[in-house]
């Protein structure tokens, strides 16, 4: 058994071991820091407005509690993030991929800290702040990690040292949500935004020795580098390199179908949580609750199951796996619509698009350019995700405001539909990159 498990998972080369670790453990630290501040920035929602009715544009809306507010959040999460996006490609034009990482990670560790004070003291702007800034941390720190990485590994070592990488993001969630789920009645807030810094500091440093270790050099231009305009405004710059591929468009489809699915699930879940579970940090322990368990499963799925499919029937094929789970989960949820069965539907979701769709997903981006690396990625994972997700709210918001709390269980039946698409893209992407590697293969010098 260990020896398959050694054969299937680490068929790693010894000179790639030093550098896939490096990545494993910097993208462990990145996704530990987001699972602690998830639950902390959803359980502060949920408790500001567990005795208070929810106000937009100075109307008080009796029926909106905090699930409806986090929903309102994620839209104006959208706006703050194309900005986000802006900054990312100016940075790049200007820096080096370690540079930007640095960057970022000086911005976001002040944050933290400014963040750790503010909250003793709930008000609106805080807790509307710190929903914020959780989400520009996600949009940054992930989008510069896979940028940073895609830029590091060929597209033929992705199917070996992924499965790896992509299991020190899923430690990193067990770890962080666990911290959270037993910690924070003990330790408070603050003190795990205090963590949260000093480990934003140390994904500074894993950047800089892993670059020091790859010379500094970027993977050759992919076969489509060509194809990309001069360069443009930083505003439009990401989306026209997009726009201009179909192979990128599929990417951006894909994407953007499983936030709008994934939206729904997490609010299905905010509202199952919001009706059956007492207020407070309870809420954090309840979030926090279902962080480890998905991420309990990330851990089995990334481990035998990942690399294996990955390597055995390729990308494509890894990609199925979450919309045929979410398909499966949201008819589970649409039949038995309590508490156990949206927890079953998020579990599921979670813990699938953590492990093997985000190795499988990520890997998609190694046969491309530079460019289409990390402006038009930038493009695709902090803008388009989150329109995406707007696209939900507006749903999500409809069916609060005009079924009620009871109708959320048929919002299953927008993610089944959602799902036919998504799926269809997956098998033109898989298609696509199988060529593009194979291609980006043969202009590889021969060692």
């Known amino acids: 058994m260990l020896d398959r498990l050694k054969d299937e998972f680490f068929d790693i080369r010894r000179e790639e071991w030093p550098t896939a670790l490096a990545l494993s453990f910097f993208f462990f630290l990145v996704i530990a820091v987001f699972w602690v501040f998830k639950p902390i920035k959803r359980g502060l929602m949920l408790t500001f407005y ?36 802006v900054l990312f490609t100016i940075l790049v034009r200007r820096f080096k991929r370690q540079q930007v990482v640095y960057i970022f990670c000086a911005l976001l560790t002040a944050g933290t800290i400014i963040f750790s004070f ?82 934003i500091v140390a994904v500074a440093g894993i950047a800089y020795y892993v670059n020091r270790r790859e010379g500094g050099v970027s993977n050759q231009e992919a076969p489509d580098a060509g194809t990309e305009v001069a360069s443009t405004s930083a505003v439009f710059e990401g989306a026209k390199i997009v726009f201009q591929s179909k192979y990128l468009l599929a990417i951006l489809g894909i994407i953007g179908l499983y936030e709008i699915v994934s939206n729904i699930v997490d609010y299905q879940l905010a509202k199952a949580i919001e009706m059956a579970v007492a207020s407070g940090v309870n809420y954090d322990a309840a979030f926090g609750f279902v962080g480890v368990l998905t991420n309990v499963v990330s851990v089995g799925v990334q481990l035998f199951l990942t690399s294996f499919v990955m390597k055995r029937f390729g990308i494509g094929t890894a990609l199925l796996f979450l919309p045929v789970a979410i398909l499966m989960g949201s008819v589970a949820y649409l039949a038995v619509p309590f508490l156990g069965a949206a927890v079953f539907m998020s ?33 695709i994972d902090m ?31 927008a993610s089944i539909v959602v799902l036919i698409a998504w799926i269809m893209l997956v098998r033109f992407a898989g298609g696509q990159f199988t060529e593009r590697a194979e291609e980006a293969s043969s202009m590889q010098p021969v060692s």
């Open 50 to 85: 567990d005795d208070r009715a929810f106000r937009l544009f100075g109307f008080y809306i009796e029926a909106f509690g905090g699930a409806e507010a986090e929903q309102v959040g994620k839209t104006l999460n959208m706006i703050v993030v194309y900005g986000v996006v």
């Open 118 to 199: 503010a909250i003793t003291d709930l008000d609106a702007p805080t807790v509307w702040g710190f929903y914020v800034f959780g989400d520009i941390f996600n949009s940054i720190m992930v989008a510069s990690f896979w940028a940073f990485t895609n830029d590091v590994i060929r597209p033929q070592q992705s199917k070996r040292l992924y499965g790896l990488i992509g299991l020190g993001g899923v430690l990193g969630g067990l770890v962080g949500a666990t911290y959270v789920s037993t910690r924070v009645d003990v330790l408070g807030r603050q003190s795990l935004l205090w963590g949260a810094a000093l480990a």
């Open 347 to 379: 579990v599921s979701d979670n813990s699938l698009n953590y492990s093997i769709n985000q190795s499988a997903k990520e890997a998609l981006y190694t046969p491309t350019s530079r460019d289409a690396k990390y402006k038009g990625k930038a493009f």
């Open 383 to 413: 803008f388009v995700q989150r329109f995406a997700k707007v696209v939900a709210v507006g749903l999500n918001l409809a069916f609060a405001a005009f079924v009620g709390a009871a109708g959320a269980r048929w919002l299953s039946v």
